[in-house]
């Protein structure tokens, strides 16, 4: 029997994380180009590095190393969460798709 070791992609919540960044893209590139410039690089970066923080993560050796990047991407889903109340606020997201994104929140 070969012995396989964990791989980033066997990670549910990094594959999660993945398309989370990619729905918020999809969402923010429709927007206007004001409205992108603002809140809209801010959201997708937010986004994309609760993913990028979890890959990060999963590749260092120590210990500590991983806790601390497994930190940061929770900080950027929190900051995500914020990004999405203010599109709410500001009528930039429909109440369904604004459900959605915080369900996955």
Not at 6 to 21: R, V
Not at 65 to 76: A, N, Q
Request: aromatic residues 16%; contains cysteine.
């Amino acid at each position: 029997m070969e012995k396989r070791y964990l791989q980033l992609n066997d990670l549910t919540c990094y594959k999660s994380a993945f398309a989370f960044s990619n729905e918020v893209w999809d969402l923010v590139i429709k927007w206007d180009y004001f409205t992108k410039d603002t809140i809209g690089k801010q959201f997708v970066n937010a986004a994309d590095s609760i993913s990028a923080n979890i890959a990060e993560g999963f590749g260092r050796y120590h210990k500590k190393d991983k806790i601390k990047f497994y930190y940061y991407s929770l900080g950027s889903v929190k900051e995500c969460a914020d990004w999405c109340n203010k599109a709410k606020i500001r009528n930039l997201i429909a109440e369904d798709i604004y459900v959605k994104v915080n369900e996955v929140l």
